[in-house]
């Protein structure tokens, strides 16, 4: 059994950072790749950003260069930090681990105000 439990999400300005993390645990060892989808209303779940066990990155790019996506394999770990961040970043956020099948979070809540 695997859970995920993520946190960091809230309310903040257009402009504004924040962090999510998401923690693996349970039957969880050499996870392949880690990520973020998220979900807008009325709008279809999207990859955010992922990377893989060794290091390399993949972002949509409409968050290039305001995202960075990292993972502390130790914790079984994985962050997006958020800066500048806009009205339309406004989703559920979900993270994911691939193991021999994708596990994925409950989904954080993230609202930029404009």
């Known amino acids: 059994q695997v859970q995920l439990v993520e946190s960091g999400g809230g309310l903040v300005q257009a402009g504004g950072s924040l962090k999510l993390s998401c923690a693996a645990s349970g039957s969880v060892f050499n996870i392949n790749a880690m990520g973020w989808y998220r979900q807008a209303p009325g709008k279809q779940r999207e990859l955010v950003a992922a990377?893989?066990?060794?290091?390399?990155?993949n972002y949509a790019d409409s968050v290039k260069g305001r995202f960075t996506i990292s993972r502390d394999n130790a914790k079984n770990t994985v962050y997006l930090q958020m800066n500048s961040l806009k009205p339309e970043d406004t989703a559920v956020y979900y993270c994911?681990?691939?193991?021999?099948?994708?596990?994925w979070g409950q989904g954080t809540q993230v609202t930029v105000s404009s």
């Open positions: 990377i893989t066990r060794g290091g390399s990155t």
């Open positions: 994911y681990i691939l193991l021999a099948r994708v596990s």
